[in-house]
């Protein structure tokens, strides 16, 4: 029944993640007083890639960059429960808690690296050094923040994290809740944060020299594991879910806000963004932190 | 026989004998979603570059029709040649047209690229794109304004929902005639030959 669980969990976040990119593409444009794509403008978009002939070959290496990222993006997924009390779509989360998804988060960026280290182009590998540098910044309010939570709940595990907030984290804990909305906003590549697939700038970064099937699952990766992220944030932050219904509004809300957050500003350059990351929200992570422990629960 | 006049005219005709019809029902359902989604390389070739930055901004918006830009030749499906296009630029427009992955298209603005417009006797211009590369939609106009250039889209958008466009194929079934008449005006500085491995054969990264 797992493997059941597993797939549907996989199918859930494939069509959420890209309706909700092709609402982000939507509401950008709305932002902009445009009338936007439509809502399955980003599936229509990876499916056409699909369909798509590769016209290059860099080596193995190469093809293995994005199928490390989707791997490590539907892993994170499926140990990330969607709900804190129900037995289905809880995937593998019983195997495993919140330090293996923190984990797992990491592994698909320095799988992506190497990929794109071998196909050589020059615009790829200023994307990946971006992306290292802005990861190493974005952690530190994220996992100060993530620990402070552990210590507050008591434990490391995702399910208990979201059952046992009486006063949901962001309102209990709004120092720690502001520090890794900071970090998610840089995690989920919103401006002023966006400085990876940086446009104009360096292309599209990473993804620059891929084409064709595997730039389709860089797409399908990117929205799973959008969604996964957001299931996280929910969890740890907003008291979790109890039904899809719940899930949907919760984890679009945060997105809403994502995307709002990205439309207002401007881009950073890399080592301002590092700066900022390690300079405010740490500080607000820290002080809440300090919070935390101090007054307790 | 790869040059002269008849070739060439069996050439630009070739698109007119082929099959029309989808080869299946996955052609069938990949054309759907290929005239949905459109990613544009954004690499101005010429004057006519100056129409599409408000073609794909706010006031036009050309991605509510599923049209938009495209950061690198790997990810784009079609290519702007915006108006006259100097041996030079043909030099870079056939290297990036040859990087894109099939299916790829040629969308030619302005009379420029049709038959020279007002470059007719200049020394360094092409005169018609089409017999460098295989085009697929002409835009009229000196220039065409951005309404012009979505009609072009739409038309290319039908054409590609209806399984009539095969100029990648055409360009591929007839390299030969179109490399002759690359060299005929680029020399030996055109790019290498069309393949997937120039990259690795050229001297390396």
């Not at chain 1, 970090?183 to 620059?208: I, K, L």
Request: hydrophobic letters at 45%; one cysteine or more.
């Amino acid at each position: 029944m797992i493997i059941l669980d597993l797939a549907l969990m996989l199918i859930t976040a494939y069509f959420v993640g890209f309706i909700y990119y092709g609402l982000y593409r939507n509401i950008t444009a709305r932002f902009q007083r445009r009338i936007g794509p439509t809502i399955f403008q980003s599936f229509y978009d990876s499916i056409k890639f699909f369909g798509k002939k590769e016209a290059i070959s860099h080596g193995w290496m190469f093809y293995l960059g994005p199928i490390i990222m989707a791997t490590g993006a539907i892993m994170t997924l499926f140990f990330i429960p969607f709900f804190y009390q129900s037995e289905s779509f809880s995937g593998l989360s019983g195997y495993g808690n919140l330090f293996l998804v923190l984990y797992l988060m990491l592994l698909g960026p320095l799988g992506n690296a190497m990929g794109v280290g071998v196909g050589g182009n020059p615009f790829g590998v200023m994307g990946v050094t971006r992306g290292l540098t802005r990861l190493f910044a974005l952690e530190l309010p994220f996992y100060i923040a993530v620990v402070a939570i552990m210590s507050i709940s008591q434990s490391a595990d995702i399910a208990t994290i979201a059952g046992s907030q009486t006063t949901i984290n962001a309102f209990a804990h709004p120092l720690l809740f502001i520090a890794a909305l900071f970090s998610f906003v840089a995690m989920m590549g919103q401006s002023p944060f966006d400085v990876v697939g940086a446009p104009v700038e360096v292309y599209s970064g990473p993804a620059s020299e891929f084409s064709g099937k595997f730039l389709s699952l860089l797409m399908s990766q990117s929205a799973i594991f959008s969604f996964a992220k957001l299931v996280l944030m929910v969890n740890l932050f907003l008291g979790g879910a109890d039904g899809f219904f719940e899930l949907l509004w919760k984890t679009f809300v945060l997105f809403l806000f994502v995307i709002a957050f990205g439309a207002i500003y401007g881009r950073f350059k890399t080592p301002q963004s590092v700066d900022f990351l390690i300079k405010v929200p740490t500080v607000i992570a820290i002080v809440g932190l300090i919070f935390a422990t101090a007054w307790g629960n | 026989m790869d040059e002269g006049f008849l070739k060439e005219q069996q050439v630009m005709e070739s698109d007119l004998n082929s099959e029309t019809s989808h080869k299946s029902s996955v052609d069938f359902l990949m054309d759907w979603f290929r005239r949905r989604s459109i990613f544009v390389l954004a690499y101005g070739t010429g004057c006519g570059a100056i129409e599409m930055p408000p073609t794909f901004t706010s006031r036009y918006d050309a991605e509510r029709l599923g049209i938009r830009g495209a950061a690198t030749p790997r990810q784009a499906d079609v290519i702007i040649v915006s108006g006259y296009c100097s041996y030079k630029t043909l030099r870079r427009i056939i290297r990036t047209y040859e990087q894109m992955a099939n299916p790829k298209y040629i969308l030619a603005l302005g009379s420029c690229t049709v038959n020279g417009g007002m470059y007719w006797d200049s020394y360094n211009t092409i005169k018609r794109l089409e017999d460098y590369l295989p085009v697929d939609m002409y835009v009229n106009g000196c220039m065409p304004r951005p309404e012009s250039i979505l009609e072009g889209f739409m038309a290319l958008q039908k054409e590609i929902g209806d399984g009539k466009i095969s100029s990648w194929q055409k360009y591929e079934d007839n390299y030969a005639f179109y490399r002759k008449n690359q060299e005929a005006v680029l020399g030996q500085t055109v790019a290498p030959a069309y393949d997937a491995d120039w990259y690795l054969y050229d001297g390396g990264l």
